[in-house]
């Protein structure tokens, strides 16, 4: 609508309260701020003061735009001072395109600035300051767990949520450098670098896990790492998982296998926050590049504890090479002969946005799962990266050659299949 140059100066100034006052524009809150108080009227003289400039308004919110009226100017005598601005209303969503209409006032706790009184004899009032923006941060999304306490929990679907949101690619590709760097030219078993990645890994999981038990298993030269997250219930037995930590002399051997090793070293800090019916034990083995010696090792020892499978150790899972997808598919390949880890992987992708899951066999790919199902275990298979990485046992076996994103949803998948069979039931005290 256009307003006439035909209007005199004294029809304009209620026009120009109204503008700068009115109705929000394009206004999604849920909720209107309270309209603005009504100014008193001066009193009665000889000279009518002009109205004084507007305060700022305060900066916008997450709330809905209020309508502030301004005051009303007394008749003959000195403007009464402008009403303030309403209050943004509660809760609101914001307005199309993210901005208040005119004259709005801020969200929630997003106080809006003062008009200015009106100025004696015509002079213009001093502008009021703008309010403070209320901190519109996103909140929590599954990929991030803030340090606030967590709310209740309805059953172990909240948990698992819970538990796949503590594990974040950032925080992989970070230590994914550390130990890159510390692995120069190699990693190789029995090397002064191969025993600095075992001591890393204890130390910083001493920092962020401190309840969780992590010990060596040293023999002839060579060491295991083992960390255990103890049952709730003896009879329920334990699922166990893991990669290995030692790398061919060629490399760092950031894929293979720094990606499943490290890997399992941070779902075992994920992990550690939560209750399990199951034992859950996380491993990382010495000598798989010289022929499974680590895992070998382990599950000769188990065996001989009496730990059999299907009613002891129910399951392992190996993590070699999870970390090469160039073309950002997102996949994760599942290979056992057992039907129910399939099954499970199926059935809690959804857990994982953007990940997707395809089926394989076999209980011996080559790697660590071959020590288990070679020695009494065949409840054993992997988790693997989409396609084979070209720069296996190769130097440019680096970070930089890794997908992070698709490493921490193999990992968040391991997560939510160990928690799911293993029955997670609770947070740790």
Same mark, same amino acid.
């Given at each position: 609508?256009?307003?006439?140059?035909?209007?005199?100066?004294?029809?304009? @100034?209620?026009?120009?309260?109204?503008? *700068?006052?009115?109705? !929000?524009?394009?206004?999604?809150?849920?909720?209107?701020?309270?309209?603005?108080?009504?100014?008193?009227?001066?009193?009665?003289?000889?000279?009518?003061?002009?109205?004084?400039?507007?305060? @700022?308004?305060? *900066?916008?919110?997450?709330?809905?735009?209020?309508?502030?009226?301004? +005051?009303?100017?007394?008749?003959?005598?000195? @403007?009464?001072?402008?009403?303030?601005?309403?209050?943004?209303?509660?809760?609101?969503?914001?307005?199309?395109?993210?901005?208040?209409?005119?004259?709005?006032?801020?969200?929630?706790? %997003?106080?809006? +600035?003062?008009?200015?009184?009106? %100025?004696? !004899?015509?002079?213009?009032?001093?502008?009021?300051?703008?309010?403070?923006?209320?901190?519109?941060?996103?909140? $929590?999304?599954?990929?991030?767990?803030?340090?606030? $306490?967590?709310?209740?929990?309805?059953?172990?679907?909240?948990? =698992?949520? /819970?538990?796949?949101?503590?594990?974040?690619?950032?925080?992989?590709?970070?230590?994914?450098? /550390?130990?890159?760097?510390?692995?120069?030219?190699?990693?190789?078993?029995?090397?002064?670098?191969?025993?600095?990645?075992?001591?890393?890994?204890?130390?910083?999981?001493?920092? /962020?896990?401190?309840?969780?038990?992590?010990? #060596?298993?040293?023999?002839?030269?060579?060491?295991?790492?083992?960390?255990? =997250?103890?049952?709730?219930?003896?009879?329920?037995?334990?699922?166990? =998982?893991?990669?290995?930590?030692?790398?061919?002399?060629?490399?760092?051997?950031?894929?293979?296998?720094?990606?499943?090793?490290?890997?399992?070293?941070?779902?075992?800090?994920?992990?550690?926050?939560?209750?399990?019916?199951?034992?859950?034990?996380?491993?990382?083995?010495? +000598?798989?590049?010289? +022929? #499974?010696? !680590?895992?070998?090792?382990? @599950?000769?020892?188990?065996? &001989?504890?009496?730990?059999?499978?299907?009613?002891? *150790?129910?399951?392992?899972?190996?993590?070699?090479?999870?970390?090469?997808?160039?073309?950002?598919?997102?996949?994760?390949?599942?290979?056992?002969?057992?039907?129910?880890?399939?099954?499970? &992987?199926?059935?809690?992708?959804?857990?994982?946005?953007?990940?997707?899951?395809? /089926? !394989?066999?076999?209980?011996?790919?080559?790697?660590?799962?071959?020590? #288990?199902?070679?020695?009494?275990?065949?409840?054993?298979?992997?988790?693997?990266?989409?396609?084979?990485?070209?720069?296996?046992?190769?130097?440019?076996?680096?970070?930089?050659?890794?997908?992070?994103?698709?490493?921490?949803?193999?990992?968040?998948?391991?997560?939510?299949?160990?928690?799911? *069979?293993?029955?997670?039931?609770?947070?740790? $005290?």
């Amino acid at each position: 609508m256009d307003f006439s140059i035909r209007l005199t100066r004294k029809a304009w @100034a209620p026009v120009v309260v109204a503008l *700068m006052f009115g109705c !929000g524009g394009d206004d999604d809150g849920t909720s209107s701020g309270s309209t603005g108080t009504l100014g008193t009227g001066g009193s009665g003289g000889s000279t009518t003061g002009t109205a004084g400039t507007a305060g @700022a308004s305060g *900066m916008t919110g997450d709330g809905a735009a209020g309508t502030g009226a301004g +005051g009303a100017s007394g008749a003959g005598g000195t @403007a009464g001072s402008s009403g303030q601005d309403g209050g943004g209303g509660k809760g609101g969503a914001a307005g199309k395109d993210g901005g208040a209409g005119k004259g709005g006032g801020t969200g929630t706790d %997003g106080g809006t +600035g003062t008009d200015g009184s009106a %100025g004696k !004899g015509g002079s213009a009032g001093t502008a009021g300051d703008a309010g403070t923006a209320k901190d519109t941060s996103t909140p $929590p999304t599954p990929d991030v767990i803030s340090d606030v $306490p967590l709310p209740p929990f309805d059953g172990p679907e909240d948990l =698992i949520r /819970e538990l796949v949101g503590r594990l974040r690619a950032e925080a992989f590709e970070a230590k994914c450098r /550390e130990l890159e760097a510390m692995s120069q030219p190699n990693r190789k078993t029995k090397t002064a670098n191969y025993t600095a990645a075992t001591e890393w890994v204890k130390g910083w999981l001493a920092t /962020e896990a401190p309840r969780l038990p992590v010990t #060596f298993d040293d023999w002839s030269g060579s060491r295991n790492v083992e960390i255990k =997250i103890a049952g709730t219930d003896p009879a329920a037995g334990m699922y166990v =998982i893991g990669g290995h930590l030692d790398s061919v002399a060629a490399t760092a051997g950031m894929d293979d296998d720094g990606s499943g090793s490290l890997g399992a070293a941070m779902l075992a800090s994920a992990m550690s926050h939560y209750l399990y019916k199951s034992e859950i034990r996380l491993l990382l083995f010495d +000598g798989e590049e010289a +022929g #499974f010696v !680590g895992s070998t090792h382990y @599950a000769q020892a188990l065996l &001989a504890s009496g730990c059999q499978p299907d009613t002891c *150790m129910k399951l392992f899972i190996n993590l070699d090479m999870i970390g090469y997808d160039p073309m950002d598919t997102g996949t994760v390949r599942v290979r056992f002969d057992l039907a129910l880890p399939k099954m499970v &992987a199926q059935q809690v992708k959804g857990y994982v946005p953007g990940l997707t899951v395809t /089926e !394989g066999t076999g209980n011996c790919h080559s790697s660590d799962d071959c020590g #288990f199902s070679r020695n009494g275990y065949p409840n054993a298979g992997e988790l693997i990266e989409p396609t084979n990485n070209p720069q296996w046992h190769k130097v440019g076996d680096t970070c930089d050659n890794l997908n992070s994103k698709t490493v921490n949803k193999a990992l968040q998948l391991a997560g939510a299949m160990l928690a799911t *069979m293993g029955g997670i039931h609770g947070r740790a $005290p």
